[in-house]
Antibody
């Protein structure tokens, strides 16, 4: 069964760039439809951020597209998220997940990212 | 952009009863790409239903999904204490994923 683990900084300053990595185990990153990032601000609902296919094809939430980059590293069985120009509104738990083909069937445990000076 | 509206925001029911949760889409969607998730406090969401009516692996048969077009329903029969948490619907279309705002099921 596929397992996912997010890694990255827990605290980032406003205006800086967030970089998160999701490490996939138990399955090849080439064997699933899409790999995605979803976030959840404290006490609020879920927001899809971006998804990437193992070929490198990407899809972005239009509301975040100008600030987001998602990429995949098949050699390391990882995929990553980069989010620029952070504000307090980006404070959230960030989840990585796999989508097969249109629903997210496996999730990481999530990592809390706080944007604060 | 397709917007999913879940109702009610909070549903008060008693253990052993049935809960009926609604998810309405702003335009017709392919039911194959409609899913439901359960989220317990401090945990990642868990896939319950995919394709509008198919239970995910390991999901008890007291959970069922139905609907088509713009109106979808998650039904939870014989509510157990661990079912009193938050539920989200989600759709995929035009290379985008969107979630509803969630329904909290409380005692």
């Amino acid at each position: 069964q596929v397992q996912l683990q997010e890694s990255g900084p827990g605290l980032v300053k406003p205006s800086e760039t967030l970089s998160l990595t999701c490490t996939v185990s138990g399955s090849s990153i080439n064997s699933h439809y899409f790999w995605g990032w979803i976030r959840q601000p404290p006490g609020k609902g879920l927001e899809w951020i971006a998804s990437v296919y193992h070929s490198g094809s990407t899809n972005y939430n239009p509301s975040l597209k100008s600030r987001v980059t998602i990429s995949v590293d098949t050699s390391r069985n990882q995929f990553s998220l980069r989010l620029t120009s952070l504000t307090a509104a980006d404070t959230a738990v960030y989840y990585c997940a796999t989508s097969s083909p249109g629903w997210f069937d496996s999730w990481g445990q999530g990592t809390l990212v706080t944007v604060s000076s | 952009e397709i917007v999913l509206t879940q109702s009610p925001g909070t549903l008060s029911v008693s253990p052993g009863e049935r809960a009926t949760l609604s998810c309405r889409a702003s335009q017709s969607i392919n039911s194959y790409y409609l899913a439901w998730y359960q989220q317990k406090p401090g945990q990642a969401p868990r896939l319950l239903i995919y394709g509008a009516s198919n239970r995910a692996t390991g999901i008890p048969d007291r959970f069922s999904g139905s609907g088509s077009g713009t109106d979808f329903t998650l039904t939870i029969n014989r509510l157990e204490p661990e079912d009193f948490v938050v539920y989200y619907c989600q759709q995929y279309g035009s290379s985008r994923w969107t979630f509803g705002q969630g329904t909290k099921v409380e005692i």
